[in-house]
């Protein structure tokens, strides 16, 4: 009977084992630490693909984290590290990190305010055409491709360059708001001018 009992415990065990396995492979959905979310700004630090904005956060002048865990609500557009090193490139910057080591703070906040907008917009609100009010000042609006891809545009006004960052994950389980997970840094006038960013093709 107690060979039994062990065999029984040894393969609840296994089980638990092999399900903590699944659950960490990639494929492709934003994985999270094991800590309890209470804000936006949580979303953000909990997440490995956006290591790069949690630095941000950290670079930029004024205390955006503090308005993170504000009360809000807020919708966050977080760019990937894949977007940061994408933006890094084009300012002229081998890496993210380098980028802000270099940056003006002031101008790093100009860009993420443009990322953050008052209210609670999920997926079912980004229909097309919606103009989106940033925190910054300056607005972004919405596209829907003919893939039925969420899009949202930047400042970026040339019709043969890529304007639009992809939504690709929503996770709208902050308290204080939602994330949506974009592959492309957003960008106001004023910062691509400011940066010198050469938007042609």
């Known amino acids: 009977m107690t060979k039994f009992r062990t065999l029984r415990v040894f393969l609840m065990v296994f089980s638990v084992c092999a399900l903590s396995s699944c659950e960490n492979e990639d494929d492709g959905t934003p994985r999270y630490a094991v800590t309890e979310i209470n804000s936006v700004n949580d979303v953000i ?3 490995g693909s956006l290591s790069s904005l ?5 670079v930029a002048s004024g205390d955006l984290t503090t308005t993170l865990e504000g009360s ?4 966050i557009f977080a760019p990937s590290n894949e977007a940061f090193s994408a933006l890094a490139k084009e300012a002229g910057y ?3 990190a380098a980028l802000l080591a270099n940056i003006d703070p002031a101008l790093l906040s ?6 953050v907008v008052a209210g609670a917009n999920g997926t079912d609100a980004l229909t097309q055409d919606k103009m989106l009010a ?3 000042g300056d607005e972004l609006s919405v596209n829907i491709d003919t893939d039925s891809n969420i899009e949202i ?3 970026t006004e040339l019709p043969q360059t890529s304007t639009a960052a992809i939504v690709s994950f929503s996770n709208p389980s902050a308290p204080n708001g939602i994330v949506h997970f974009i592959d492309k840094v957003l ?4 910062v691509i001018e400011t940066l010198s960013i050469d938007i042609r093709p």
């Open 110 to 115: 100009t860009i993420l305010t443009y990322h």
């Open 45 to 47: 630090n909990s997440n």
């Open 54 to 58: 949690k630095a941000s956060l950290t």
């Open 187 to 190: 960008l106001p006038q004023s």
């Open 72 to 75: 809000g609500p807020f919708t």
């Open 94 to 96: 081998e890496s993210s």
């Open 153 to 155: 545009l930047d400042a």
């Open 134 to 136: 940033t925190v910054m």
